[in-house]
T-cell receptor, first 111, second 115 residues
Framework: QKEVEQNSGPLSVPEGAIASLNCTYS??????FFWYRQYSGKSPELIMS????GDKEDGRFTAQLNKASQYVSLLIRDSQPSDSATYLC???????????FGTGTKLQVIP | EAGVAQSPRYKIIEKRQSVAFWCNPI?????LYWYQQILGQGPKLLIQ????????DSQLPKDRFSAERLKGVDSTLKIQPAKLEDSAVYLC?????????????FGPGTRLTVT
């Protein structure tokens, strides 16, 4: 069983819509969760981190964590064509924060 | 603040040859990671250093891959001998432990092609 699972997509949304990206994880003791954005041919860049249940907002981005359901999501409001990229979900666990990445969801924002 | 530096950016070698990659993390970041990313997949952790020490190398193919971190700063990753399936982007990342976790910052990566 994969430790972090994401739908590979592509997820297509029209410009201005809300994009909803989802991630599930298998290890209940996972402690920290991260969303990274990766443009084609580039390295991942950190968008959001979330450590406790609930919502965390940063500009157009909202991360949601539900530890009981082992589910983390990323909402992108007012999606722009520049948001088109692959979004990677990652979780960490253990004292030294072993990191596991999902395979990523490709997002396409249609003008 | 300077980001994570990696070199070379691109490398083409023949199978059975050896290759080395270099990484300089963000100043002050104690944790350094090497990842392998194959096209269409998420990054796969190869090795994680905390200062000079290795804290996780469970997915490092130790018969051909080796890594070291000098004086808790720079790091090198070596492959010897290379196989065709080693063709991938090798990413280095570093982190300074934040509240509850490790936010990672990635270098530009090294694209390796093994022919």
């Amino acid at each position: 069983q994969k430790e972090v699972e994401q739908n590979s997509g592509p997820l297509s949304v029209p410009e201005g819509a809300i994009a909803s990206l989802n991630c599930t994880y298998s290890d209940r003791v996972s402690q920290s969760f991260f969303w990274y954005r990766q443009y084609s041919g580039k390295s991942p860049e950190l968008i959001m981190s979330i450590y406790s249940n609930g919502d965390k907002e940063d500009g157009r981005f909202t991360a949601q964590l539900n530890k009981a359901s082992q589910y983390v999501s990323l909402l992108i409001r007012d999606s722009q064509p520049s948001d088109s990229a692959t979004y990677l979900c990652a979780s960490t666990l253990g004292g030294y924060q072993k990191v596991t990445f999902g395979t990523g969801t490709k997002l396409q924002v249609i003008p | 603040e300077a980001g994570v530096a990696q070199s070379p950016r691109y490398k083409i070698i023949e199978k059975r040859q050896s290759v080395a990659f270099w990484c300089n993390p963000i100043s002050g970041h104690a944790t350094l990671y090497w990842y392998q990313q194959i096209l269409g997949q998420g990054p796969k952790l190869l090795i994680q250093f905390q200062n000079n020490g290795v804290v996780d190398d469970s997915q490092l193919p130790k018969d051909r891959f080796s890594a070291e971190r000098l004086k808790g700063v720079d790091s090198t990753l070596k492959i010897q001998p290379a196989k065709l399936e080693d063709s991938a982007v090798y990413l280095c990342a570093s982190s300074l432990r934040g509240r509850g976790g490790y936010e990672q910052y990635f270098g530009p990566g090294t694209r390796l092609t093994v022919t």
